[in-house]
């Protein structure tokens, strides 16, 4: 029995995320009788069924439910490795780190200027996402390193603790609860956060997926503030953020049980490369000084 190759692989995907033979088909850009014959080909090939056919629907059996994860997997890893090797054969490679801006408490400047000063020093590529966005980035090769806040999935990559702060209640001024001074997060029951998420849980939700669904494309900050400004939501920026940011329409109040915000950095257990090593190693010890500085956790002042 011969190995299955990936475009076999991506023809699978798409049918077992569509769950639709027509739509897989509109997607990877063929008719739909050769896909149906090249999955059928791949039962076969295989000795299992993997997907359960009516006049209806389309389902995953449970053979076909590991093989789209496992798929997924090796899809994403010959993505990786592509990307990988593309940068590391420019004339000129580089070092992409990935982050959302406004979300390195400030310490990306100071960052860049440590590893700047070092001899494994590359050029350097900012890849600027949602949040998220970067653990993809990270996963498809398409960055090298990443900054960004805890919690994601942390399997396959080595994380660094960088600096812990505090996130706070952004609402309009005008908003009945600003007057308030003894907030928790069930007072924010019924409000939502600008991705539409309920406020009262504390802001943190899934990651973007590797799926077929494309999610909406993030706001910006500027979105997010006039959101806020027009009681059309609420926010929990950390404080590094608000400091650099501040807007007059817009109060920002202390709520006893939103949990703080951990920055770190993470790249991928499997590298080797020695610009991602000084990276993380100007990274530790710009946190390190900004922490003694600051003589632990940040608050807002």
Do not use: C
């Not at 090796?74 to 406004?102: F, Q, S, W």
């Not at 494309?217 to 400004?229: G, K, S, Y």
């Not at 922490?291 to 807002?300: D, Q």
């Amino acid at each position: 029995m011969s190995d299955l190759d990936d475009r076999q692989l991506r023809y699978f995907v798409a049918v077992a995320e569509e769950l639709h033979f027509g739509r897989a088909a509109a997607r990877l850009g063929m008719a739909q009788p050769p896909l149906s014959r090249a999955i059928k080909s791949m039962e076969r090939q295989l000795g299992v069924q993997l997907l359960e056919r009516t006049t209806r629907q389309v389902a995953l059996t449970a053979a076909g439910e590991t093989l789209l994860r496992d798929a997924r997997t090796a899809l994403g890893a010959i993505t990786a490795a592509t990307e990988r090797a593309r940068n590391a054969g420019h004339p000129a490679p580089g070092l992409r780190v990935a982050l959302k801006a406004d979300f390195d408490a400030g310490l990306l400047p100071r960052i860049l200027d440590v590893y700047r000063a070092g001899s494994a020093a590359l050029r350097v590529e900012l890849i600027l996402g949602g949040r998220g966005e970067q653990v993809i980035a990270l996963r498809e090769g398409r960055a090298d390193v990443a900054l960004l806040p805890r919690p994601f999935d942390e399997n396959g990559f080595d994380v660094e603790p960088l600096l812990t702060e505090p996130r706070v209640l952004a609402l309009a001024a005008d908003d009945p609860l600003a007057a308030r001074t003894d907030l928790s997060l069930a007072d924010l029951a019924g409000r939502t956060l600008p991705n539409g998420g309920p406020a009262d849980q504390g802001g943190y939700g899934k990651e973007p997926s590797l799926s077929a669904e494309i999610p909406p494309a993030p706001l910006d900050l500027a979105q997010i503030f006039t959101l806020v400004e027009v009681g059309g939501a609420v926010w929990f920026p950390p404080v590094s953020l608000v400091r650099r940011h501040p807007r007059p329409s817009i109060a920002y109040r202390d709520v006893h049980d939103l949990a703080p915000s951990t920055l770190v950095i993470a790249w991928p257990q499997a590298s080797r490369s020695p610009a991602v090593a000084a990276f993380v190693r100007a990274a530790l010890e710009v946190a390190a000084e900004v922490t003694e500085n600051i003589g632990g956790a940040m608050v807002l002042e």
